[in-house]
């Protein structure tokens, strides 16, 4: 019998194939290459580059991510930040106040300098602007005491935030926008390698931004994105030689390169791994009562879910903490140190609905307390960059169903599907968290109290809605403690405590990061040997991708 796994393989094969028979060499490999690049299967472009906003990079098919630089870039092999447009930093006052020091070689795209002011206005713009302060910072305000110096004040002690990831913006031309929460900036200034040449739905054409700090850099003179609906479109055109670069899910790389190993290059790997979470909806009964998330938790099996539902390649989590054992281990509350998923518990499952006043009924599904069947809905894109989760949802409908509950799924464009997840306009859902150097980080999108809104009302953390008095208090001591230090030990226990006894989210699985590209006509990708960054197009990491790139010369 042939299972799910081979028959999409199966699928993947023939539109390999049909690439092959189209085009085997690559008869534009020169200097002056255009690099195309797939950055997900997201469907058609939207002309939005406002860097401050969480969705514009997506729906520019993470385009923004070459235009626009943060101040420090992140080092996902190593876990650590790196010196980018901030050279060093310093933090003052308790905590309460950072002072950065910019490079002095940086200018934007349109020649001005990047200064102090500007890094200054951009924080600036995220404390009057609550719809731009999706992390959430405590911001009393920001000065700058030097052209190439900014000074960010809190209003309590903020070591654990990530401000690095801020993108500034350049005053000059921002300062003139009346409501930047709706702007969509199409045509961006940034300082980055590469700078807007066109636009359409299906296509975004990039040039080598002449003033870009890196001297020398990128030696790509022009890079294009390309949309597509699918994985499997994405692959077929990289065998065919109609993109360079992808990020895909759900593939077997190794079979994709062995039809065409001397073009086609892979690499898979979860640096600090993002977790995907199935997200409940607590504004909805009765997913807002407990014991129904942790007899949902309890039915799950994630190691079958896992090699059957993504091919083995998402691991399972293993800790119900939410955080990898192994690079993680060292801020596991002693508690749960040694606490790990089992196999699937659907007997334990229906003790604990039974328990909660749960009846069963006569066709296998559990009725509520208040006699509504235990029936909800799964909403799901139809492609995500982080798993194929349609495919990792059927496995989970069977194993729930084998513990009374019935799931049923319905898909939709990613887009939507974004859009849905922000208003809280769903039963359930699953989505991918964290995946940063800091734990502060995904902790804070799971447990903010500051973001917490009403269904209807848009939303960057806390998706799911989860209200508890306790959360707020322990992301503040957890985001005002010195790393290593007691109250970040004594907020780490409470916020796993909350993770293990209150389940306000399911942990199912890493993200995988397989990036793939042809090596015909640019070199110079991330490997296992030269891990210097992630290797997927959709990654705040892939503008460092693409100032390595070299063109591959014709003989």
Not at 11 to 26: F, Q
Not at 301 to 307: A, E, F, L, M, Q
Request: hydrophobic share 40%; proline share 8%; with cysteine.
């Amino acid at each position: 019998m042939i299972n799910a796994v081979q028959r999409i393989a199966a699928v993947v094969g023939v539109l390999l194939l049909l690439g092959a028979c189209t085009a085997k060499t690559n008869p534009d490999a020169n200097p002056g290459v255009t690099v195309k690049v797939a950055g997900a299967a997201s469907g058609p472009f939207v002309r939005g580059y406002n860097p401050l906003l969480l969705g514009a990079a997506n729906g520019a098919g993470y385009s923004t991510q070459s235009i626009y630089e943060p101040l420090l870039q992140e080092d996902f092999a190593k876990g650590v930040t790196r010196p980018w447009l901030a050279e060093s930093f310093r933090w003052g006052d308790g905590g309460k106040s950072l002072t950065v020091e910019l490079r002095k070689d940086v200018t934007w795209s349109d020649g001005q300098p990047l200064t102090g002011e500007d890094v200054a206005f951009t924080f600036e713009l995220l404390r009057k602007f609550p719809g731009l302060n999706t992390n959430g910072y405590p911001l009393a305000g920001a000065e700058a005491p030097g052209p190439n110096t900014a000074q960010i004040r809190f209003t309590e002690p903020s070591y654990q935030l990530m401000w690095w990831r801020t993108t500034p913006v350049p005053k000059h031309l921002w300062k003139e926008v009346k409501d930047p929460v709706t702007y969509a900036n199409k045509n961006p200034v940034g300082t980055g390698p590469y700078r807007l040449k066109s636009f359409t739905s299906q296509v975004i054409t990039l040039e080598k931004n002449p003033g870009y700090w890196q001297k020398g850099l990128p030696a790509v003179k022009t890079v294009r994105y390309i949309a597509f609906d699918s994985s499997s479109s994405m692959i077929a055109a990289l065998q065919a030689g109609e993109v360079d670069w992808i990020g895909a899910t759900g593939v077997d790389a190794a079979a994709v390169a062995k039809l065409d190993p001397k073009s086609i290059g892979y690499w898979n790997t979860k640096p600090n791994p993002a977790v995907v979470m199935v997200i409940p909806n607590h504004s909805v009964y009765p997913l807002n009562l407990p014991e129904v998330r942790q007899a949902m938790s309890l039915a799950l099996d994630r190691t079958v879910i896992s090699k059957i539902g993504t091919g083995g390649q998402n691991a399972p989590v293993e800790s119900p903490t939410g955080l990898d054992v192994e690079s993680r281990a060292d801020l596991l509350a002693p508690a749960y140190a040694d606490l790990r998923y089992g196999s699937a518990d659907p007997a334990g499952a229906k003790r604990l609905l039974t328990g909660a006043g749960f009846t069963m009924g006569p066709d296998g599904v559990f009725r509520t307390p208040k006699g509504a069947k235990l029936s909800l809905t799964m909403l799901l894109p139809t492609n995500n960059p982080f798993g194929d989760f349609v495919r990792a949802s059927k496995v989970m409908v069977k194993q729930w169903a084998a513990a009374g509950i019935e799931v049923k799924v319905k898909t939709e464009q990613q887009s939507a599907w974004r859009e849905d997840t922000e208003l809280g306009t769903f039963d359930l859902t699953m989505r991918p968290n964290g995946g940063t150097p800091a734990v502060y980080d995904f902790f804070n999108r799971i447990f903010s109290q500051e973001l917490l809104v009403e269904p209807g009302k848009r939303t960057q953390r806390n998706y799911e809605r989860y209200k508890n008095p306790e959360a707020g208090p322990l992301l503040k001591l957890y985001a005002s403690s010195a790393a290593r230090s007691a109250g970040e030990r004594e907020a780490l226990a409470g916020l796993q405590k909350l993770m293990v006894e209150d389940v306000p989210v399911i942990p199912l699985m890493f993200t995988a990061g397989l990036g793939l590209w042809r090596t015909d006509r640019v070199t110079g990708f991330p490997s296992e040997s030269n891990p210097y960054a992630v290797p997927l197009p959709n990654s705040v990491n892939s503008e460092i991708v693409l100032t390595k790139l070299r063109p591959v010369r014709s003989p």
